[in-house]
């Protein structure tokens, strides 16, 4: 079966430092990848999807980058947090043409 | 319109009720349409995918009308377990014909209380 990881659980950081949310699937080979945003009281926003080792697209304009290493590894960085960067950060994967994606149990990060 | 509306709620119910979750989606070209469950601080799960002759899964009915562009989920007998946000979610088509760019309801807020 498949399973999804991601780290850390949480985390703090002070406005200006950088960020490494890493995200790995186990079971699967040549997921579809994704990082979503929920911030508080809103909906699941789409920021980066991957379909194979170095392919990224990005859904929204920010100060947020993604990466994919490796096949089943995804990594989503930023070289200055914003405050407005803090939410609850999800990785999902999906098979490349199946019904629907599976979350990871996701990072909560506090930008102070 | 919103790309995927839903009521807009909380619910509160009483254990034993049956309730109902109404979507509607605004892009007529969707290809494919999930119901997700999100307990409180917790992930996102697939509860179950929509077809367009409706299924069932258990006390879980979910139902798709293409011509309205509305999507529903029924819960029979609901349980205490059963208290979470209820996320409609619709794939648009793309390119690719693939299940990219899901697009997430906000949610609703069922709380069933004994």
């Known amino acids: 079966s498949q399973t999804i990881h991601q780290w850390p659980a949480t985390l703090v950081q002070p406005v200006g430092s950088p960020l490494s949310l890493e995200c790995t699937v186990e079971g699967t080979s040549n997921p579809n990848l994704y990082w979503y945003r929920q911030a508080a009281g809103r909906g699941l926003q789409l920021l980066f999807y991957s379909v194979g080792i170095g392919q990224i697209s990005s859904e929204v304009p920010q100060n947020l980058s993604a990466s994919r290493p490796q096949d089943r590894q995804f990594i989503l960085s930023s070289k200055k947090l914003l405050l407005s960067d803090s939410g609850f950060y999800l990785c999902?994967?999906?098979?490349?043409?199946?019904?629907?994606?599976?979350f990871g149990p996701g990072t909560r990060l506090t930008v102070t | 319109r919103k790309e995927v509306e839903q009521d807009p709620g909380p619910f509160n119910v009483p254990e034993g009720a049956t309730v109902a979750f109404n979507c509607t989606y605004s892009n007529s070209a969707s290809q494919s349409f999930f119901w997700y469950r999100q307990d409180c601080r917790k992930e996102p799960k697939l509860l179950m995918s929509v077809y367009s002759s409706g299924n069932e899964d258990g006390r879980f009915t979910a139902q798709l009308n293409r011509a309205s562009q509305y999507i529903s989920l029924l819960i029979r007998d609901s349980k205490l377990s059963d208290s979470a946000t209820y996320l409609c979610?619709?794939?648009?088509?793309?390119?690719?014909?693939?299940?990219?760019?899901?697009?997430f309801g906000k949610g609703t807020l069922l709380t069933v209380n004994p």
């Open positions: 999902a994967w999906s098979r490349a043409g199946g019904p629907g994606q599976y």
């Open positions: 979610v619709v794939n648009p088509k793309d390119s690719g014909g693939s299940n990219y760019k899901l697009t």
